[in-house]
């Protein structure tokens, strides 16, 4: 109990000290002196009297929400005398792991600098800073030659350094229930089995309305669709973040997305965001970085070839060169297994006083990247929303997809998952695959390390995407790569090579996302 009392008081002390650096507390204390010359407030009860008028003004209920978006991203609390580095991850080999996989990305970067004698940075001639921001709002035109660039890792790299992962305080002779799994994850991680998964989900049972099946039009939709419209423009209306993420575990209309999205994650377009987002975009006006070529490399390989996302080719750009300046990206990195590259200014290599961090938010962006942009550009137009929005899907949620950790939403965690779940559930399938050399992890990597994005239909990755929001968790992912697999597992039993099992999953667009949650883990599974 008084551990509980202590962990509790740690985290409201933490949350205080957050939000004190925040704009909303600035704008707290102001309110609170401004009310103070009215009437209604008396001395011998001004506590209560200033509460009062915060609920009254709807003061309190931004608070909440600010204090619940805090909790969602939260790391649990530790130990008192846990070094940082233990919020960052506890687990040491997987710590390790980590910054070999980062050494090796940097190297990649450096020698790319090197063969193409480019600075990570310079600051452009005015010349070309006025070009630049002539052209801001159709940068899809430039056609600058990437020929000698080359994305710095791509998924399968990095799914290479998780198969080769390991516990040393295990032998490969050990007895444990690893011993029978047959996947290539090979680390002792606990993650849930499909009645933990349905206790979790339970809003996605059948009995439980859904959006993505009881909207179509077999259904008639007042069944449905109507009264949940209504209860989510109430939900708008009180604006309470909490009640937003319950509510939006059944689905979100799709009128209401963008303004539910918004109020779970806490964002809401304040002029001082505004001018934030301009001076980011000041910043990439007046500096060059090599990761800019790499960012415009991957948009062009990646959502301008794509039917659904092509059109927003600009305002990827856009947001995602402002998104490498934004150094607020950094402090995400307290609960991050990684670590933001340091580089030095020439000549004083080695000098921590000499140290920046590069790229500023300290991300150095993949092969698919720009792909957890794309879909958000259907719910935001205007520009610094739709910032606001991506950078904080990315501290939340996004970057727990390319980073080594124990952290259930985290890459090792989902593969372990989704390979379990395949075994278990599926193992003539899965045993089937594995004896051709088609491992699943093989095909199904690469959703989960883009949410999706690029593989589904848009419609459905945004009902994919209300749930990872509504359960604070990327858990669904795996969940959906085993369902997809089910689906398929009559043609998946055919197929005698890796290539012929990527052929009859090559194509998921025409997929239903919430049928095949909900089959896989409450009618076919037991």
């Not at 339970?202 to 039009?217: A, F, M």
């Not at 390319?402 to 899965?430: A, D, K, N, R, W």
């Not at 990597?445 to 749930?467: C, E, I, P």
Request: glycine content about 4%; overall charge negative.
């Amino acid at each position: 109990m008084l551990q509980e009392e202590s962990d509790l008081s740690l985290v409201i002390a933490q949350i205080v000290q957050k939000l004190r650096g925040s704009n909303l507390y600035a704008q707290l204390e102001r309110q609170a002196w401004a009310c103070l010359q009215r009437p209604e407030i008396k001395l011998e009860s001004l506590k209560e009297d200033i509460k009062e008028f915060f609920k009254i003004s709807g003061w309190e209920k931004k608070l909440q929400n600010a204090v619940y978006s805090e909790l969602s991203v939260f790391p649990l609390p530790s130990h008192p005398a846990a070094p940082p580095e233990h919020l960052k991850e506890p687990l040491v080999y997987m710590r390790k792991a980590q910054g070999s996989w980062e050494k090796r990305i940097l190297k990649s970067l450096n020698s790319m600098c090197t063969e193409l004698s480019i600075p990570l940075a310079r600051k452009r001639p005015v010349g070309e800073q006025k070009e630049l921001l002539n052209k801001w709002n159709e940068m899809g035109t430039d056609e600058p030659d990437l020929s000698l660039f080359r994305p710095v890792y791509a998924p399968k790299d990095f799914l290479e350094v998780l198969i080769n992962l390991r516990n040393p305080n295990y032998e490969n002779g050990d007895s444990l229930s690893f011993r029978t799994h047959l996947g290539l994850i090979q680390v002792p991680l606990k993650v849930k089995d499909i009645p933990e998964l349905k206790e979790f989900f339970v809003e996605l049972g059948l009995t439980t309305g859904q959006l993505g099946i009881d909207d179509s039009t077999q259904v008639p939709p007042e069944l449905f669709e109507n009264e949940h419209v209504r209860i989510g423009q109430k939900v708008l209306a009180e604006q309470d973040g909490a009640a937003a993420q319950q509510y939006i575990r059944q689905g979100s209309p799709t009128a209401l997305r963008a303004d539910l999205w918004a109020l779970i994650l806490n964002i809401s377009s304040q002029p001082e965001d505004i001018l934030y987002y301009e001076q980011l975009k000041t910043n990439v006006i007046q500096h060059d970085l090599l990761v800019d070529s790499l960012i415009y490399k991957d948009v062009k390989l990646t959502a301008s070839n794509d039917d659904y996302y092509f059109v927003f080719e600009d305002y990827l750009y856009q947001v995602l060169l402002c998104f490498s300046r934004d150094t607020s990206v950094l402090g995400h990195f307290a609960y991050n297994s990684a670590s933001p590259p340091k580089s030095y200014i020439r000549g004083k290599l080695g000098l921590e006083e000499y140290a920046v961090f590069y790229p500023p938010n300290g991300v150095i962006p993949f092969h698919g990247f720009s792909m957890y942009v794309a879909p958000l550009c259907f719910l935001y137009h205007e520009p610094s929303k739709l910032y606001q929005i991506f950078r904080e899907m990315y501290v939340r949620f996004f970057f727990r997809l390319h980073s080594i950790s124990s952290h259930p939403s985290g890459i090792v965690s989902l593969c372990l998952l989704f390979e379990t779940l395949l075994q278990t559930y599926l193992p003539q399938l899965f045993y089937h695959l594995r004896e051709i050399g088609a491992q699943p992890l093989r095909i199904s990597f690469k959703w989960m390390v883009r949410a999706f994005s690029g593989y589904l239909a848009t419609d459905q990755l945004l009902l994919l995407w209300d749930r990872i929001l509504g359960y604070n968790s990327l858990e669904i992912l795996a969940v959906l790569a085993a369902a997809v697999f089910a689906f398929r597992a009559v043609n998946l039993m055919e197929v005698t090579s890796l290539a012929a099992a990527e052929a009859v999953l090559a194509d998921l667009s025409t997929l239903k996302v919430m049928p095949l949650l909900q089959i896989f883990l409450f009618a076919t599974v037991t």
